[in-house]
């Protein structure tokens, strides 16, 4: 399953945190942060919003959807 752009990486980092911490603090696998931060897995909403939660920014920003919605546009546009 292919999985949406995020800044869950970009974040995490930038909060000095390692995989494991974020998961421990998320309550999830550090193996789903890993295919998160690797766009392999989308995270469901109540996961983006306890990560989104965690770093102080909304569901909206943590996982570009303007930007992931264009995307999906463009794919749309390009099956017509």
Do not use: W
């Not at 890993?34 to 990560?51: C, F, G, N, T, V």
């Amino acid at each position: 399953m292919e999985g949406i752009r995020t800044r869950v990486k970009e974040y995490r980092k930038a909060a000095g945190l390692t995989q494991q911490q974020l998961a421990d603090r998320v309550h999830v696998s550090v193996r789903t942060i890993i295919s998160i931060e690797k766009e392999q897995y989308s995270p469901s909403l109540m996961l983006a919003y306890r990560i989104a939660v965690e770093f102080g920014v909304s569901v909206e920003e943590l996982c570009c959807l303007e930007e992931n919605k264009r995307e999906e546009d463009r794919r749309y546009e390009a099956l017509d």
